[in-house]
Nanobody
Framework: VQLQASGGGLVQAGGSLKLSCAAS????????MGWFRQAPGKEREFVGT????????AYADSVKGRFTISRDNAKITVYLQMNSLKPEDTAVYYC???????????????????WGQGTLVTVSS
C-alpha cells in the first residue's frame, strides 16, 4: 500500500492550498481516509476524515469551516482543500487510511493502518 501526498508549499496567511493524496495497493472504497498534521515540536493532531463513500466527514474544531475533505474513488485520491490559512496551520500534513467498519475511531491516528509520507505546508504571516 502506498499513499502519496502532494500539494504542499509556501502560502501567505489568508491564502489557499489543496492537498492531494493518491492511493495504490488497496481497494480504496473499502477505506476511510484521514488527514493529520504535525507542527514542529508538537504532537501529531487530527485534521479531518471522510468515510469510504464520501458521505460523512468530520473536522477538528481548529479547521472547521476553513478546510474541506473530499475524495474521488474513481481517481483513488483524497483531497484537503485549505482556505483562509493561518500561520498556526504550518505543519507537515499526512494522509492515512483506515479499513472501514473496523474497530477504533476515524478521529484517532492510532487506528489508521496506512500512512503517507507527508507534505509540508508553510503559512507566512
Amino acid at each position: 500500500v502506498q499513499l502519496q501526498a502532494s500539494g504542499g508549499g509556501l502560502v501567505q496567511a489568508g491564502g489557499s492550498l489543496k492537498l492531494s493524496c493518491a492511493a495504490s495497493g488497496l481497494t480504496f472504497s473499502n477505506y476511510d481516509m484521514g488527514w493529520f498534521r504535525q507542527a514542529p515540536g508538537k504532537e501529531r493532531e487530527f485534521v479531518g476524515t471522510i468515510n469510504r463513500w464520501g458521505g460523512s466527514t468530520a473536522y477538528a474544531d481548529s479547521v472547521k469551516g476553513r478546510f474541506t475533505i473530499s475524495r474521488d474513488n474513481a481517481k483513488i485520491t483524497v483531497y484537503l482543500q485549505m482556505n483562509s490559512l493561518k500561520p498556526e496551520d504550518t505543519a507537515v500534513y499526512y494522509c492515512a487510511a483506515k479499513r472501514s467498519f473496523t474497530s477504533g475511531s476515524r478521529l484517532n491516528g492510532n487506528d489508521y493502518g496506512f500512512w503517507g509520507q507527508g507534505t509540508l505546508v508553510t503559512v507566512s504571516s
